[in-house]
Protein backbone atom coordinates (compact mmCIF):
# COMPACT_ATOMS: atom_id res chain seq x y z
CA UNK A 1 0.00 0.00 0.00
CA UNK A 2 2.72 2.37 0.96
CA UNK A 3 4.68 1.63 -2.30
CA UNK A 4 1.19 2.77 -4.08
CA UNK A 5 0.79 5.78 -2.11
CA UNK A 6 4.15 6.76 -2.89
CA UNK A 7 3.81 6.75 -5.85
CA UNK A 8 0.57 8.73 -6.84
CA UNK A 9 2.18 11.14 -4.53
CA UNK A 10 5.54 11.73 -6.88
CA UNK A 11 3.11 11.43 -10.07
CA UNK A 12 1.37 14.23 -8.14
CA UNK A 13 3.88 16.24 -7.86
CA UNK A 14 5.02 15.74 -11.09
CA UNK A 15 1.64 16.51 -12.19
CA UNK A 16 1.69 19.69 -10.56
CA UNK A 17 5.38 20.75 -11.72
CA UNK A 18 4.45 20.30 -15.16
CA UNK A 19 0.76 22.52 -14.84
CA UNK A 20 2.94 24.96 -12.98
CA UNK A 21 6.05 24.96 -15.85
CA UNK A 22 6.36 27.71 -18.95
CA UNK A 23 9.10 24.78 -19.98
CA UNK A 24 9.21 24.38 -23.68
CA UNK A 25 10.03 20.56 -22.83
CA UNK A 26 6.04 20.01 -21.10
CA UNK A 27 4.38 21.92 -24.15
CA UNK A 28 3.59 18.97 -25.70
CA UNK A 29 2.65 16.58 -22.84
CA UNK A 30 0.20 19.87 -21.86
CA UNK A 31 -1.41 19.29 -25.20
CA UNK A 32 -1.95 15.94 -24.60
CA UNK A 33 -3.08 16.49 -21.16
CA UNK A 34 -5.56 19.02 -22.31
CA UNK A 35 -6.81 16.42 -24.61
CA UNK A 36 -7.50 14.31 -22.47
CA UNK A 37 -8.82 16.48 -20.02
CA UNK A 38 -11.82 17.04 -23.14
CA UNK A 39 -12.81 13.08 -22.66
CA UNK A 40 -12.89 13.75 -18.60
CA UNK A 41 -15.15 17.02 -19.86
CA UNK A 42 -17.55 15.36 -21.31
CA UNK A 43 -18.03 12.15 -19.26
CA UNK A 44 -19.09 14.45 -16.50
CA UNK A 45 -21.42 16.39 -19.01
CA UNK A 46 -22.88 12.93 -19.36
CA UNK A 47 -23.50 11.95 -16.14
CA UNK A 48 -24.70 15.31 -14.58
CA UNK A 49 -27.11 15.93 -17.60
CA UNK A 50 -27.99 11.65 -17.54
CA UNK A 51 -28.96 12.34 -13.94
CA UNK A 52 -30.72 15.73 -14.11
CA UNK A 53 -33.02 14.02 -17.23
CA UNK A 54 -33.90 11.27 -15.29
CA UNK A 55 -31.80 9.00 -17.95
CA UNK A 56 -30.37 7.36 -14.58
CA UNK A 57 -32.46 6.72 -11.73
CA UNK A 58 -31.66 8.66 -8.42
CA UNK A 59 -32.34 7.05 -5.09
CA UNK A 60 -34.29 8.60 -2.10
CA UNK A 61 -34.01 7.07 1.63
CA UNK A 62 -35.47 8.50 4.73
CA UNK A 63 -32.57 10.18 6.79
CA UNK A 64 -31.98 14.17 5.72
CA UNK A 65 -29.08 13.75 2.94
CA UNK A 66 -25.98 16.36 3.70
CA UNK A 67 -23.85 16.78 0.74
CA UNK A 68 -20.09 17.72 1.41
CA UNK A 69 -18.32 17.93 -1.90
CA UNK A 70 -15.89 19.89 -4.49
CA UNK A 71 -15.79 19.92 -7.52
CA UNK A 72 -11.51 19.84 -8.19
CA UNK A 73 -9.39 17.29 -7.10
CA UNK A 74 -7.49 17.45 -3.75
CA UNK A 75 -8.08 19.00 -0.30
CA UNK A 76 -10.59 21.62 0.02
CA UNK A 77 -11.90 21.33 3.66
CA UNK A 78 -14.21 18.84 3.32
CA UNK A 79 -13.15 16.94 6.54
CA UNK A 80 -12.86 20.00 9.06
CA UNK A 81 -16.19 21.05 7.64
CA UNK A 82 -17.93 17.92 8.57
CA UNK A 83 -16.44 18.51 12.38
CA UNK A 84 -18.03 21.81 12.48
CA UNK A 85 -21.13 20.68 11.05
CA UNK A 86 -21.37 17.90 13.50
CA UNK A 87 -19.89 20.09 16.18
CA UNK A 88 -22.86 22.58 16.00
CA UNK A 89 -25.65 19.43 14.87
CA UNK A 90 -24.95 18.65 18.34
CA UNK A 91 -26.49 15.13 19.74
CA UNK A 92 -29.69 15.67 19.38
CA UNK A 93 -30.29 13.25 16.70
CA UNK A 94 -29.15 10.27 15.46
CA UNK A 95 -26.33 10.93 12.89
CA UNK A 96 -24.62 8.84 10.27
CA UNK A 97 -21.55 9.40 8.04
CA UNK A 98 -21.51 8.06 4.76
CA UNK A 99 -17.91 8.07 3.29
CA UNK A 100 -15.99 6.51 0.86
CA UNK A 101 -13.10 5.44 3.14
CA UNK A 102 -10.05 5.83 0.83
CA UNK A 103 -7.86 3.78 2.48
CA UNK A 104 -9.70 1.48 4.38
CA UNK A 105 -8.33 -1.50 5.38
CA UNK A 106 -10.63 -4.08 7.27
CA UNK A 107 -13.26 -3.28 4.97
CA UNK A 108 -15.81 -3.34 7.46
CA UNK A 109 -18.76 -0.94 6.54
CA UNK A 110 -19.63 0.13 9.84
CA UNK A 111 -16.23 0.42 11.47
CA UNK A 112 -13.51 2.97 9.87
CA UNK A 113 -9.96 2.22 9.86
CA UNK A 114 -8.58 5.19 7.83
CA UNK A 115 -6.94 8.29 8.73
CA UNK A 116 -10.08 10.28 8.41
CA UNK A 117 -13.09 8.51 9.29
CA UNK A 118 -11.17 7.60 12.20
CA UNK A 119 -10.29 11.04 13.43
CA UNK A 120 -14.01 12.07 13.36
CA UNK A 121 -15.12 8.81 15.22
CA UNK A 122 -12.52 9.83 17.74
CA UNK A 123 -14.50 13.47 18.24
CA UNK A 124 -17.94 12.06 17.79
CA UNK A 125 -18.03 8.36 19.54
CA UNK A 126 -22.06 7.98 19.16
CA UNK A 127 -21.87 8.69 15.53
CA UNK A 128 -22.77 5.76 12.98
CA UNK A 129 -20.12 5.19 10.05
CA UNK A 130 -21.41 3.73 6.54
CA UNK A 131 -17.98 3.40 4.35
CA UNK A 132 -17.79 1.92 0.67
CA UNK A 133 -18.25 2.32 -2.31
CA UNK A 134 -22.05 1.65 -2.93
CA UNK A 135 -23.22 5.01 -1.44
CA UNK A 136 -27.17 3.77 -2.04
CA UNK A 137 -26.70 0.58 -0.51
CA UNK A 138 -25.61 2.08 2.45
CA UNK A 139 -28.04 5.16 2.57
CA UNK A 140 -30.48 1.93 2.45
CA UNK A 141 -28.98 0.21 5.87
CA UNK A 142 -28.77 3.83 7.43
CA UNK A 143 -32.98 4.13 6.86
CA UNK A 144 -33.10 0.51 8.46
CA UNK A 145 -30.95 1.64 11.29
CA UNK A 146 -33.43 4.58 11.66
CA UNK A 147 -30.83 7.08 11.23
CA UNK A 148 -32.04 10.77 11.07
CA UNK A 149 -29.65 12.43 9.49
CA UNK A 150 -26.79 11.72 6.98
CA UNK A 151 -23.60 13.63 5.80
CA UNK A 152 -22.42 12.42 2.65
CA UNK A 153 -18.78 13.06 1.91
CA UNK A 154 -17.19 13.61 -0.66
CA UNK A 155 -20.49 13.49 -2.67
CA UNK A 156 -21.11 16.13 -4.86
CA UNK A 157 -19.73 13.56 -8.14
CA UNK A 158 -21.88 10.61 -6.55
CA UNK A 159 -25.56 12.18 -7.34
CA UNK A 160 -27.39 8.70 -7.44
CA UNK A 161 -28.41 9.21 -4.10
CA UNK A 162 -30.81 12.35 -3.65
CA UNK A 163 -29.74 14.68 -1.66
CA UNK A 164 -31.67 17.35 0.54
CA UNK A 165 -28.71 19.69 1.19
CA UNK A 166 -25.63 20.42 -0.88
CA UNK A 167 -22.93 22.34 0.25
CA UNK A 168 -19.34 22.47 -1.78
CA UNK A 169 -16.06 23.91 -0.32
CA UNK A 170 -13.79 25.34 -2.11
CA UNK A 171 -9.93 26.12 -1.99
CA UNK A 172 -9.64 30.28 -2.07
CA UNK A 173 -6.10 29.76 -3.30
CA UNK A 174 -6.85 28.06 -6.58
CA UNK A 175 -11.01 28.19 -6.89
CA UNK A 176 -11.27 26.23 -10.30
CA UNK A 177 -7.86 23.57 -9.94
CA UNK A 178 -6.36 25.65 -12.87
CA UNK A 179 -9.20 26.09 -14.92
CA UNK A 180 -8.98 22.89 -16.60
CA UNK A 181 -10.52 19.35 -16.24
CA UNK A 182 -8.26 16.63 -14.95
CA UNK A 183 -5.60 16.02 -15.89
CA UNK A 184 -4.74 19.22 -17.93
CA UNK A 185 -5.91 21.07 -14.67
CA UNK A 186 -7.48 19.30 -11.43
CA UNK A 187 -11.42 20.15 -12.15
CA UNK A 188 -13.56 17.15 -11.63
CA UNK A 189 -16.90 18.88 -12.39
CA UNK A 190 -17.69 22.10 -14.50
CA UNK A 191 -18.37 25.23 -12.16
CA UNK A 192 -21.69 25.65 -13.53
CA UNK A 193 -22.96 22.60 -11.16
CA UNK A 194 -22.19 25.05 -8.72
CA UNK A 195 -25.46 26.15 -9.29
CA UNK A 196 -26.96 22.67 -7.92
CA UNK A 197 -25.18 24.19 -4.37
CA UNK A 198 -27.26 25.01 -1.20
CA UNK A 199 -23.92 26.88 -0.21
CA UNK A 200 -20.33 27.84 -0.85
CA UNK A 201 -17.75 27.54 1.34
CA UNK A 202 -14.60 29.30 0.64
CA UNK A 203 -11.44 28.18 2.38
CA UNK A 204 -8.25 29.76 3.36
CA UNK A 205 -10.13 33.28 3.54
CA UNK A 206 -7.95 35.71 5.39
CA UNK A 207 -9.08 38.81 4.43
CA UNK A 208 -12.37 40.91 3.59
CA UNK A 209 -10.98 42.19 0.33
CA UNK A 210 -9.96 38.74 -0.36
CA UNK A 211 -13.51 37.22 0.12
CA UNK A 212 -15.28 40.29 -1.73
CA UNK A 213 -13.20 39.27 -4.46
CA UNK A 214 -13.55 35.57 -4.46
CA UNK A 215 -17.50 35.99 -4.29
CA UNK A 216 -17.58 38.10 -7.73
CA UNK A 217 -15.84 35.11 -9.10
CA UNK A 218 -18.31 32.34 -7.49
CA UNK A 219 -21.49 34.29 -8.79
CA UNK A 220 -20.49 34.01 -12.23
CA UNK A 221 -21.73 30.31 -11.48
CA UNK A 222 -24.05 30.72 -8.50
CA UNK A 223 -26.51 32.38 -6.48
CA UNK A 224 -25.98 30.08 -3.13
CA UNK A 225 -24.76 31.96 -0.13
CA UNK A 226 -21.27 32.16 0.41
CA UNK A 227 -18.89 31.55 3.49
CA UNK A 228 -15.38 32.78 4.09
CA UNK A 229 -13.50 30.30 6.79
CA UNK A 230 -9.71 29.83 7.71
CA UNK A 231 -7.96 27.21 9.07
CA UNK A 232 -6.54 27.90 12.63
CA UNK A 233 -4.97 26.15 15.14
CA UNK A 234 -6.69 25.54 18.28
CA UNK A 235 -4.17 23.55 20.43
CA UNK A 236 -1.20 21.59 20.80
CA UNK A 237 -0.85 18.19 22.18
CA UNK A 238 1.84 16.25 23.37
CA UNK A 239 1.14 11.83 23.00
CA UNK A 240 -0.33 12.06 26.35
CA UNK A 241 -2.67 14.87 25.79
CA UNK A 242 -0.80 17.45 27.70
CA UNK A 243 -0.83 21.15 26.03
CA UNK A 244 2.42 22.33 24.39
CA UNK A 245 3.19 25.69 24.46
CA UNK A 246 5.32 26.35 21.55
CA UNK A 247 7.53 29.43 22.12
CA UNK A 248 7.74 32.22 18.88
CA UNK A 249 10.69 30.95 16.91
CA UNK A 250 10.91 28.01 18.33
CA UNK A 251 13.25 25.47 15.83
CA UNK A 252 10.37 22.33 14.58
CA UNK A 253 10.44 19.70 12.27
CA UNK A 254 7.21 18.79 10.70
CA UNK A 255 5.56 15.74 8.78
CA UNK A 256 1.91 15.20 7.56
CA UNK A 257 0.29 12.57 5.00
CA UNK A 258 -2.09 15.19 4.07
CA UNK A 259 -3.70 16.31 0.67
CA UNK A 260 -2.13 20.35 0.98
CA UNK A 261 0.51 19.79 3.42
CA UNK A 262 2.09 23.19 2.11
CA UNK A 263 -0.87 25.16 4.28
CA UNK A 264 -0.25 22.99 7.07
CA UNK A 265 3.35 24.66 7.06
CA UNK A 266 2.40 28.05 6.15
CA UNK A 267 -0.08 27.97 9.22
CA UNK A 268 2.76 27.28 11.30
CA UNK A 269 4.59 29.60 10.33
CA UNK A 270 2.17 32.75 10.19
CA UNK A 271 2.24 31.20 14.05
CA UNK A 272 6.10 32.27 14.48
CA UNK A 273 7.34 28.22 14.27
CA UNK A 274 10.27 28.12 12.77
CA UNK A 275 10.22 25.03 10.46
CA UNK A 276 13.87 23.97 10.14
CA UNK A 277 13.15 20.36 8.27
CA UNK A 278 9.84 18.92 6.96
CA UNK A 279 8.79 15.74 5.64
CA UNK A 280 5.41 14.86 3.31
CA UNK A 281 3.70 11.99 2.59
CA UNK A 282 1.18 11.39 0.08
CA UNK A 283 -2.26 11.98 1.43
CA UNK A 284 -3.63 9.56 3.51
CA UNK A 285 0.03 7.77 4.03
CA UNK A 286 1.07 6.65 7.44
CA UNK A 287 4.36 7.19 8.24
CA UNK A 288 6.83 4.02 8.99
CA UNK A 289 8.47 4.30 12.56
CA UNK A 290 12.04 3.80 10.71
CA UNK A 291 11.16 6.48 8.76
CA UNK A 292 10.10 8.96 11.24
CA UNK A 293 13.51 8.29 13.34
CA UNK A 294 16.07 9.18 10.65
CA UNK A 295 13.84 12.25 10.50
CA UNK A 296 13.95 13.23 14.00
CA UNK A 297 17.52 12.96 13.89
CA UNK A 298 18.15 14.98 10.82
CA UNK A 299 15.61 17.64 12.35
CA UNK A 300 17.89 17.34 15.76
CA UNK A 301 21.00 17.78 13.92
CA UNK A 302 18.95 21.31 13.01
CA UNK A 303 18.54 22.09 16.49
CA UNK A 304 14.99 21.34 16.47
CA UNK A 305 13.13 20.68 19.86
CA UNK A 306 9.58 19.12 18.63
CA UNK A 307 8.08 17.33 15.69
CA UNK A 308 5.10 18.58 14.62
CA UNK A 309 2.09 16.48 13.01
CA UNK A 310 -1.72 16.72 12.28
CA UNK A 311 -4.01 14.67 14.04
CA UNK A 312 -4.23 11.95 10.85
CA UNK A 313 -0.80 11.37 11.37
CA UNK A 314 -0.64 10.41 14.97
CA UNK A 315 0.89 6.89 15.33
CA UNK A 316 1.63 4.67 18.78
CA UNK A 317 5.16 4.78 18.62
CA UNK A 318 5.59 8.27 18.54
CA UNK A 319 6.68 8.24 22.74
CA UNK A 320 9.68 5.83 21.48
CA UNK A 321 11.49 8.83 19.48
CA UNK A 322 14.05 10.69 20.61
CA UNK A 323 12.67 14.30 20.16
CA UNK A 324 9.13 14.78 21.29
CA UNK A 325 6.27 14.77 18.96
CA UNK A 326 3.28 17.85 19.25
CA UNK A 327 -0.16 17.03 17.25
CA UNK A 328 -1.33 20.43 16.12
CA UNK A 329 -5.26 20.24 16.52
CA UNK A 330 -6.85 22.91 14.13
CA UNK A 331 -10.75 24.06 13.63
CA UNK A 332 -12.39 26.01 10.92
CA UNK A 333 -12.75 30.05 11.48
CA UNK A 334 -15.54 31.48 10.20
CA UNK A 335 -14.42 34.68 9.44
CA UNK A 336 -17.61 36.21 6.18
CA UNK A 337 -20.80 35.96 5.61
CA UNK A 338 -21.31 33.73 9.22
CA UNK A 339 -24.80 34.52 9.03
CA UNK A 340 -25.10 32.19 5.99
CA UNK A 341 -23.60 29.63 8.05
CA UNK A 342 -26.19 29.95 11.33
CA UNK A 343 -28.93 29.71 8.34
CA UNK A 344 -27.82 26.50 6.75
CA UNK A 345 -27.48 24.36 10.27
CA UNK A 346 -30.79 26.31 10.95
CA UNK A 347 -32.20 24.90 7.83
CA UNK A 348 -30.90 21.53 8.24
CA UNK A 349 -32.21 20.65 11.48
CA UNK A 350 -35.54 21.99 10.63
CA UNK A 351 -35.24 19.60 8.14
CA UNK A 352 -34.63 16.84 10.75
CA UNK A 353 -37.53 17.85 12.74
CA UNK A 354 -39.85 17.76 10.12
CA UNK A 355 -39.17 14.64 9.06
CA UNK A 356 -38.91 13.33 12.89
CA UNK A 357 -42.70 14.85 12.74
CA UNK A 358 -43.95 12.73 9.94
CA UNK A 359 -42.61 9.54 11.30
CA UNK A 360 -44.64 9.93 14.77
CA UNK A 361 -47.94 11.05 12.52
Not at 311 to 318: A, G, R, Y
Request: aromatic fraction near 12%.
Amino acid sequence: MKVVEQFKYRTFLFHKKVLDSDVASYRLLKAFLLFASYIWKAVAAFKYFAIKFKIFPVFEVRPVVVSIGNIVAGGTGKTPLTISLLEALGEKYKLGLLSRGYGEVNYNPFQPSSDEPKLIQKKFPNLHFFIGRNRVLLANEAEKRKIDLLIMDDGMQHRYLNRDIELVTLNAKDLFGYGYFLPRGFLRDSPKTLKDADAIFLNHVKTEKEYKALCKNVRTFTKAPVIGMNPVIHEIMDVNGNVIDIEKNKKIGIFCGIANPENFKILLQENQASVVSELFLADHEKISEKKLERFAHVCIDKGAKYLLCTEKDVMPFFTELPIPVGVVKMKLQFNFGTHHWDNIVEKILNRVDTLRESSVE
